[in-house]
Structure formats: C-alpha cells, structure tokens
C-alpha cells in the first residue's frame, strides 16, 4: 500500500505516545519508511531506543542532535518525506503549529516543509472542545492540514468523550488515501447516468464532492476524475 512511501513522524508529548510504536510496525508493514522525530515531552512516554529498533533508522529529539546543522537538517528531514505525520499531536502542539512557532526540531520541521501534512489529535475532552483548540483546527484545516481524529471513548484520566487517537490502522488508512488517493477506486465500477440536460450530470458532480470517507478524509479529486471518465 505505502511501497517507497517515506513517511516523517513526529511524536508529542502525550499517554497516546505509546502507540506510535504500533503505528510505526504498521507503516512498515505496508512498506513504507519511517523517520522519527521526539518531541522533548514525548520522550517521557516513549524512549528513542525503541523508536530506532522499530524504524531501523536514527531517530532525532532536538534540533542540535542533526549531524550537520549546517546543511539544514530540519531542511532536508522535510524534504525527504513524502508526508509528515504528527502522532500523537497534543494541544500544545497544533497551537504551535496555528502560530509558527520554531522553538524546537518538530515544529521547525513543520515550517519549513511543502508535503502534505496530518495530525492526529489525541488530548483531554474538555481541552479539545475549548475554543482556543477549536480555533486552532479551524486555521490549521484552512491551510490544508489534514486530520485523522480524534475518536470518541475513555481517556486515560478516566473522563469519556472526543480525545482518544484514532487506532493505527486507520491513520494508516488516511496515510494512504492522501499519498494514493485514486487506490481507494482501484477494481471499483462505476455506472453514471444523466438526462439530456447537463446540469444533471453537473448537479451529480457537486453531490460527489460532498462525499466523505472514515476519519473527513475527502475523495474529492478521484471522485470527479470517475465522473469525467464515465461521462
């Protein structure tokens, strides 16, 4: 599914941390490549050890831990990406993110690249419904930040409700749709049929772009693309 893929994850300080290492044997296993970057934070959940056993490959906390700052590491980790996903992305984070702020390797990172961007969310109920996060998702999805999540279900602190990160498989899933997204039609028939005016066909195409799949993740493109090529 991720063949060649090469995916840049980014892991913030959270309980959901944990399950970035399941997120990352899933990657691989759908043969992609993972980079990892720890949030200070996150290393009091997870350990870069276990980070590097799972990716086979050097995981970064700061931004003076890249050989060569010189080259602009945090540069090229973008650009040697395919996407970047932050996993867990707490509160704090996706503030970050809304305001530009660099003071670390993973938030520079963000900055500073071109490729798509997800995040999954993964925070109390009550921090995710306050304005000021809902504020930040309304200004991050305007700029083109993808989300996956958050899930509903028991917190870690005992409160139920919107918070829970979404379960690898299906951040895996969203990965995909964003990285492949005409995969999803693959061996799929479709059948259009319209009268003898065009708006039909036209008012069929508005319709299509409504449709949304698990996680927000929009069809939209491949979508109207089958709609062109069955016209």
Known sequence: MLKGKRILLIVTGGIAAFKSLELVRQIRTAGGEVRAILTKS??????????????????????????????????????????????????????????????????????????????????????????????????????????????????????????????PTEIVNAIQSILQPNRALLGKTALVTAGQHASQLILFALLLTDLLVSKGILLRKPLLQLVQKRR
């Open 42 to 167: 996150a290393t009091e959940f997870v350990t870069p050890l276990s980070l590097q056993a799972l990716t086979e490959d050097r995981v970064y906390s700061d931004i003076f831990s890249l050989t060569d700052e010189s080259e602009m590491g945090h540069i090229q980790l973008s650009r040697n990406s395919d996407l970047i996903l932050v996993a867990p992305a707490t509160a704090n984070f996706l503030a970050k993110m809304r305001l530009g702020i660099c003071d670390d390797l993973a938030s520079t990172v963000v900055l500073a690249t071109d490729k798509p961007v997800m995040v999954a969310p993964a925070m109390n109920v009550r921090m995710w419904d306050h304005a000021a996060t809902q504020e930040n998702i309304i200004t991050l999805k305007d700029r083109n930040i993808k989300f996956i999540g958050p899930d509903e279900g028991e917190m870690a602190c005992g409160e139920y409700g919107l918070g829970r990160m979404s379960e």
